[in-house]
């Protein structure tokens, strides 16, 4: 039960409190820009733009970190591989990797990349001249047209559902496999561009043009590209970056073949939850992720079409919302579903203490209690954000317990998230995420902040004003 904060306190005192004890490890980098910490810088960049996921970093900045932060090689771990760019970009750099995702699209995206190293440029060139005049129409099969769910249906002009159709069924009669793989990628890396939809914050926005008017509103999301016309453009991109790789691949074998460069990758699909405690204690030397931030951003919405696109229906798209880490107000808490896993695997003690730095996360309890007395008295927009709240930290509680107890002594864990804000409360994730990966026994080495923050939502700003917020890379080391 929520206990009303008393006027005579601070009602801040505790957050307070945690900054007052970590302020020290804060700086400003410089080096660090929102171009470089998020997909921003990798729109240009052969390989890394074939696909338009924004929620993550750039290669520039996994190059920083590995340059800044280590001094030898060795095995990295993204437990929120995204579409890999960690992993990719670590590789080149002679690290061997292993990546966990569980959004289906991500796992598409990466192996696709990987089966991109296979594919002769002339094979794909080959390919390509043969879809040059096309009509993808003529390819059309009911049995590939797609399954949408509720909120995406009429996403397409009716030409275009049916050239999707086709170019599936042509898709399904490509025999080599990798090749097979970089043209279904090429699809889905279209699919927005052709829509009448735009990813937008939480949801998909659409155009006014739509066969329903499903928001009322007048928006416009400007050209919406022909499939024919985008699917070779893309198909082009692909095909050039395939040139300049299989160029550079020449290149760093006969120069560099004896340091073995290029290293390994094991690319695991499922939830890091489940996967980290399998994992053997100090196997991983670094860590370079971002999570979800607790944010409410719906991948499984914002990537809808992606997702159909790929068979998921409504069912299995509800689960992968629950199976995500939980920063959606539907989200309903794990904690059963953590206590049996832990138990049968013979591990009741430690799914405790980590039960009991959760418990005992004083900053945390603070603000949720103070939400949850807004909650009550209706001043939030969504009386489930502070379920939300403790759904995630709850679940980034056990994360990095096992990110700690995986990581190798003077192992370190490199990681980017945004602190949160609602009903003008903020929630300092970089300060409550940093005390728990020192009381599991990690050294705070530094957070680094941009030197611009992220500023609140329009609609707080109307309520509570202009205030930033950090938006942080969290450096811990493990010393034991």
Not at 20 to 33: D, E, M
Not at 61 to 78: A, N, W
Not at 239 to 253: A, Q, T
Request: net charge positive.
């Amino acid at each position: 039960m929520s206990v009303a904060v008393s006027c005579l306190e601070s009602p801040k005192k505790e957050r307070e409190a945690l900054y007052k004890k970590i302020h020290s490890k804060i700086t400003t980098n410089p080096h660090l820009n929102r171009t470089l910490v998020s997909f921003q810088a990798n729109r240009k960049q052969p390989f890394y733009r074939w696909l338009k996921y924004k929620e993550g970093f750039s290669a520039d900045f996994v190059k920083y970190v590995l340059m800044e932060l280590t001094q030898s090689r060795g095995l990295l771990l993204d437990p929120f591989a995204g579409t890999g760019t960690a992993l990719f970009a670590a590789r080149k750099m002679g690290w061997n990797g292993i990546g966990i995702e569980l959004l289906p699209l991500g796992f598409v995206a990466m192996t696709a990349r990987l089966a991109a190293e296979n594919v002769q440029p002339h094979i794909f060139k080959k390919e390509l001249d043969k879809i040059e005049y096309l009509n993808w129409s003529n390819y059309f099969e009911s049995r590939f047209q797609l399954a949408h769910v509720p909120i995406t249906k009429e996403a397409f002009p009716s030409k275009t559902e049916r050239s999707i159709a086709g170019y599936r069924a042509y898709c399904d009669r490509i025999s080599d496999g990798n090749l097979k793989k970089l043209f279904e990628l090429a699809c889905l890396s279209v699919l927005e561009s052709v829509s009448y939809t735009r990813k937008d914050g939480q949801y998909l926005r659409w155009d006014y043009r739509a066969g329903k008017a499903r928001t009322g509103s007048n928006f416009n999301k400007g050209k919406i590209s022909n499939f024919d016309s985008a699917i070779k453009d893309k198909l082009r991109e692909i095909y050039d970056d395939l040139c300049n790789g299989s160029e550079e691949s020449k290149y760093l074998f006969c120069r560099e073949r004896q340091e073995k460069r290029i290293g390994s990758l094991d690319l695991r699909q499922g939830s890091c939850l489940e996967m980290l405690p399998k994992m053997d204690d100090e196997s991983i030397d670094l860590v370079i992720t971002s999570p979800p931030y607790c944010n409410r951003y719906d991948y499984t919405r914002t990537y809808a079409l992606e997702l159909v696109y790929l068979g998921i229906g409504t069912d299995e798209l509800k689960r992968l919302r629950q199976n995500m880490l939980s920063c959606t107000v539907e989200n309903k808490t794990k904690i059963d579903q953590l206590r049996i896993q832990y138990e049968q695997s013979g591990q009741k003690k430690t799914f405790e203490i980590i039960m009991q730095a959760f418990k005992n996360q004083k900053a945390l309890n603070e603000v949720l209690n103070i939400l949850d007395n807004y909650g009550a008295s209706g001043k939030l927009n969504n009386s489930n954000i502070p379920i939300m709240i403790r759904n995630y930290f709850l679940e980034m509680s056990f994360v990095i317990y096992e990110l700690v107890r995986i990581l190798r002594p003077r192992g370190k864990i490199v990681m980017v998230n945004d602190n949160v804000r609602y009903a003008g409360e903020e929630i300092p994730a970089d300060l409550i995420l940093s005390d728990f990966a020192k009381k599991f026994g990690m050294n705070i080495e530094t957070i680094w902040t941009l030197g611009r923050g992220k500023g609140n939502s329009s609609q707080q700003m109307g309520s509570h004003g202009r205030s930033e917020l950090r938006k942080c890379v969290y450096v811990w080391k493990k010393d034991f």
